[in-house]
């Protein structure tokens, strides 16, 4: 067997809920590294994590840390990307960025292996990770977006807090607890932390993900609509999202609906479904089979069910689709873009 | 002051979670009894419970226990309700019905007063409650219908444990309890109590409310469906449904779509909303407020908020509507209701 490449290889945000799972993906795959840096905040530097059974000691994230680097993984907020990810590019090294930094810049590729692997090529040196509501949406759309077109989504999401970070989902634990056993809570960081009005969201929904922009949609919303055309490749498809928090840690869920190009038989649109790579079609009404953010968590695939034909629109279907956040949604879809980049190096 | 007419009540279901509300209501609202019968099965016969300070034995529900009754609340179940009903009109009863017993029923009115209150005269002897996830829907969309007429609905929704009765309140906090002490729980009623396969509740969400048609859609989705055409008396409207369970204890949300007829200014949009009996409208992005399930819990009000032109569809909007289940999506309705029907015999 010929020896593999091995690459220099930077994980950016390491103590935050999606690089844990980077880093737990990285060594669970066997990811041909050469060495790793573990870079994080200030606050989180000299703390020591474990990658295969050794100790390594997480950096300050400054843009000398890039020297020698090849691949990047960045999910540490947008400033952070904003500020390291040209420095990490001025030193020869390919980003993978999950935040929202360069997601809409014409430049930057914005993938999801399933549906748009070959934009990866056409990189300036950072690659986009999308939105997590969008990547389980078009993963899940792609298929059928190829057999028959697509012209419009109107989507509702059932987010988990684990989308907000490790204090969301600590907070969405405490307040459950406070509730069960006094009767009362008191918020303090979701909906958005650097906003000031809070609400609870144990035992709850909360309409709100993100600040809102002046159209009355959130950004959220407007990222679900912006970028799944930007994925697609298609800014004729409309889309219209409303983006909901509810007090599940790990998988989102979507009730999506979708108005089609063409006719379609819905035995075929399940076989498309069924065969599409990644996607598990957990569909059968009979037996209470559906898919479940509760068996979701820890994987990596997007399931798919409860698909069925518009009663008012034959050209329309309705479909629910759940996926890990910090998997699919993010961890596991960055991975799939640095082994693809790995791949074509080889 | 002219002596009022009192009436002879009975209340069917009065230890379920509608029915307690139901009771609650009669004595906040000082509905004008004479006599009140407490009626339920025959596990709960003999119990007491306290009306106005008095105390009332709740007597098993028969064909007999109607005799001198003039109004019956039913929230028993739709057994039940298919059972004494049509005893109770035998007996000159008139019935509301708070199942789905009759709501279909060519013959029966199905009512929410803001929408369609003048129906209620030609009953037949019931009169029937709509659906929880009906009612708050039509409520808050009639005045946007009588002004600009709709054309389509899309609705995906997010309910209350309270809406599957008590029973579902308890497992949904057992579960919570489980999990966040041990990790793990084990699921025994939810989603349908009737069928064999149980989904956890806590920390998840189900899309499966009422069990499943051939069309894959579920009966409380084809309820929202064939519901709204029947009370807003208008066959063409056409609505699609995903119905979904949340861990909330109190009070359901709805992310809706609407399309309408005529091209319509926003803010008399919000001004309709705003004007409109029993909505509160609460709508204001910059300061983070919309409505929250956690704060429509006790209220009888549908509260509006997250209205929104689309932006691929100048003609339709978006809109957050959430109330209390038991309360206007149940109990409220239903007293209402019982209300109108004292004022018109007065």
Not at 14 to 21: I, K, P, S, W
Request: contains cysteine.
């Amino acid at each position: 067997m010929a020896k593999h490449k091995l690459f220099n290889v930077a994980v950016v945000g390491a103590t935050g809920a999606v690089g844990v799972q980077i880093l737990r993906l990285l060594e669970e795959r066997n990811f041909p590294i050469a060495e790793l840096k573990v870079l994080s905040s200030a606050r989180s530097a000299g703390k020591v994590i474990k990658f295969k059974g050794q100790d390594v000691i997480i950096q300050e994230a400054k843009p000398e840390s890039f020297d020698g680097v090849e691949i990047a993984l960045f999910s540490a907020g947008g400033d952070v990307s904003r500020e390291l990810v040209p420095a990490a590019i001025d030193r020869g090294v390919i980003c993978i960025d999950n935040t929202s930094a360069f997601r809409m810049d014409p430049e930057t590729p914005l993938v999801v292996p399933e549906v748009n692997v070959d934009k990866i090529n056409e990189h300036k040196g950072v690659i986009a990770n999308p939105n997590c509501s969008t990547i389980q949406m078009v993963h899940a759309l792609k298929p059928l977006y190829d057999r028959y077109g697509i012209s419009r989504i109107i989507v509702s999401t059932y987010q988990a807090v684990s989308g907000a970070g490790v204090s969301a989902i600590n907070e969405m634990l405490r307040q459950s607890k406070d509730i069960l056993e006094t009767g009362s809570t008191k918020p303090d960081i979701l909906p958005v932390s650097s906003l000031p009005v809070k609400h609870q969201i144990a035992f709850n929904a909360i309409p709100q993900i993100d600040k809102f922009h002046e159209s009355g949609f959130t950004y959220e919303e407007l990222k679900m609509i912006n970028e799944t055309k930007k994925i697609m490749g298609d800014d004729s498809i409309e889309v219209t999202a409303t983006c909901v928090r509810i007090p599940v840690v790990y998988g989102h869920s979507e009730s999506v609906y979708v108005e089609l190009k063409s006719d379609f038989d819905l035995s075929e649109v399940r076989s498309l479904l069924a065969d599409a790579p990644g996607i598990v079609l957990q569909d059968n009404p009979a037996e209470q089979v559906y898919p479940l953010a509760s068996e979701s968590a820890g994987k990596n695939e997007t399931f798919v069910g409860r698909v069925r034909r518009d009663l008012s629109n034959p050209r329309a279907l309705n479909m629910w689709i759940v996926s890990d956040n910090l998997l699919k949604g993010a961890a596991w879809n960055a991975v799939q873009i640095a082994e693809y980049i790995a791949i074509e190096q080889e």
